[in-house]
């Protein structure tokens, strides 16, 4: 069965990137423009989610928010945040919250790929068998 990704990201030419990039690699992929949508998608698709990647400051609710409530939801959700500054205490903090990952823009499409197949358990071989 193949894993499903929620992705939170309001740059429009990044949410496409990073569809293109899941997708071709074997994830379904559900996406939202703002924190707001992306907590709204998360609500109603929550157990077939297997890891949200999402920007930090997000419109209508930040990243953080989203999380906080997403977490209200499933207390075992799995994210990782991407952002272009976000400080050391706020970032310990937000490990500390249960954040799995950050990943700082601009970043490795890869090496997060990477990161996202071990922590949702999922190989390389499965994600090409499954895509076939």
């Known amino acids: 069965m193949r894993k499903t990704l929620l992705i939170v990201e309001d740059e429009k030419r990044m949410l496409i990137l990073l569809k293109l990039l899941f997708t071709s690699n074997g994830f379904e992929v559900l996406t939202a423009k703002d924190g707001e949508e992306g907590l ?3 609500i109603k698709n929550n157990a077939k989610i297997s890891m949200v990647i999402s920007d930090i400051g997000l419109p209508k609710l ?3 928010a989203m999380f906080i409530e997403m ?3 499933n207390q ?3 994210l990782i945040f991407t952002s272009g500054n976000v400080e050391p205490l706020e970032k310990s903090t937000l ?3 249960g954040v799995s990952d950050f990943f700082s823009k ?3 499409p890869e090496h997060l790929l990477k990161k996202v197949k071990e922590i949702t358990g999922t190989s390389p071989d499965k994600i090409q068998h499954e895509s076939r």
């Open 106 to 108: 601009p970043y490795d």
């Open 95 to 97: 490990l500390k919250k």
């Open 62 to 64: 930040t990243g953080e």
């Open 40 to 42: 709204n998608v998360f």
């Open 71 to 73: 977490k209200k939801v």
């Open 76 to 78: 075992d959700v799995k």
